[in-house]
């Protein structure tokens, strides 16, 4: 046992509603992946984000999949994907036989660059292989430039897809993240803003499309009698026990956005004025959620220096998403940098780091990352000092 208590990255925080939402599943004996509360929680989810429709998943990654499959992808088809993020966001490309195309990120955002996706959209309507669809990210809660996006895509003719797991309560221009493409998505995996410990949901206006999903996501199963099938299903849908923590855990949702943004702005505040310091950007047409806290170092610590010297005090600090163009699974992949000669996420992946970001940290814990970060960059620039004097 270590001597201070564990700071996660980012730990699930309960409203105290969930075990009531729980009993009403048990009382009501719907335990099973369909049930009123499934329903509930859908109309919350599409009421939230100004949607007409929302199907409750297993996983994020589930909803992406069935995104994709509504847009009719398929074997040798290309989709484009952002590069800098999890991998979630691709391998749904890989279940379908489809080949990612990866663009870069511009600095303002950290998210898709419109210039490096224009350079692909017209490579690739020169080679009359245009992608099938294209998944924008908003990564650590800061929504990507949807309005170049969608228009660049539009003028091609190319649906895209929104993934805001991380971005879920962000807005951009007033309107919710996730709601900007043909498709959004959103993730309760048990690191996200809210959660249901795992579970997603996909998001659309076009309500016939959402219905599909519901069928695809139920083992595609035919309205016969006798268990009939016609086209390739999945198990997809999302408990009603899960959905009653996905009911309490909407409840929360404003207060959980004010508290990561209250997260942020302290490590601002503190470290904002220290040289080589720099924090992920807010669109001034958007309001982050501030999912995670980012930064970037170019003061000559590295981001596994932090990581440790947060380690040995019991904190958790991870790097940034490695860019999927340079994971291994990926290799053969196509890339489009953000200029000929400028990857942006290869160069921030380099030197981020996200920090402990929690909506149920305290400021005790948070002042505790504060002084070892600072202690960490004055010794640095002690040891700078004296090399740069010999
Ligand atoms: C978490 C996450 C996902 C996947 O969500 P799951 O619910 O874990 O499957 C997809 N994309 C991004 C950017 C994520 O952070």
Known sequence: MHANKRIYLSAPHMSGREQHYIAEA????????????????????????????????SSGTAAIHLALRLLGVAKGDTVFCSSFTFVASA??????????????????????????????????????????????????????????????????GI???EDAAESLGTTYKGKQSGTFGRFGIYSFNGNKIITTSGGGMLISDDEAAIEKARFLASQARDPAIHYQHSEVGHNYRLSNILAGVG????????DRVKARRAVFDRYEKALGDVDGVSFLPELCESVS?????AITLDNGVSPHDVINCLAEENIEARPLWKPLHT????????????????????????????????????????????????KLFQKNEVNTWTTSIQ
């Open 159 to 161: 649906p895209v897809i």
């Open 289 to 293: 959620n501030r999912w995670l806290t």
């Open 91 to 156: 391998n749904p490309i890989l279940y379908e036989q489809a080949e990612p195309v990866f663009i870069d990120s511009e600095r303002e955002t950290w998210n898709m660059s419109p210039a490096a996706l224009e350079r692909a959209l017209v490579e690739a309507k020169r080679a009359e292989k245009l992608p099938k669809a294209v998944i924008v990210v908003n990564l650590y809660g800061q929504s990507a430039k949807m309005d170049e996006i969608i228009s660049l895509c539009d003028a091609y």
């Open 247 to 254: 009911i309490s855990q909407m409840e929360v949702l404003g």
């Open 327 to 374: 994971q291994p699974l990926f290799a053969s992949s196509l890339y489009y940098p953000h200029q000929e000669n400028e990857s942006v996420c290869e160069d921030l992946f380099s030197r981020g780091i996200c920090l402990p970001s929690g909506s149920n940290m305290t400021e005790d814990e948070q002042g505790r990352v504060i002084n070892l970060l600072i």
């Open 26 to 57: 048990f009382q009501s004996n719907w335990i099973a992946p369909l049930g009123p509360l499934v329903n509930t929680f859908e109309e919350k989810v599409a009421d939230f984000a100004g949607v007409k429709a929302a199907a409750a998943l």
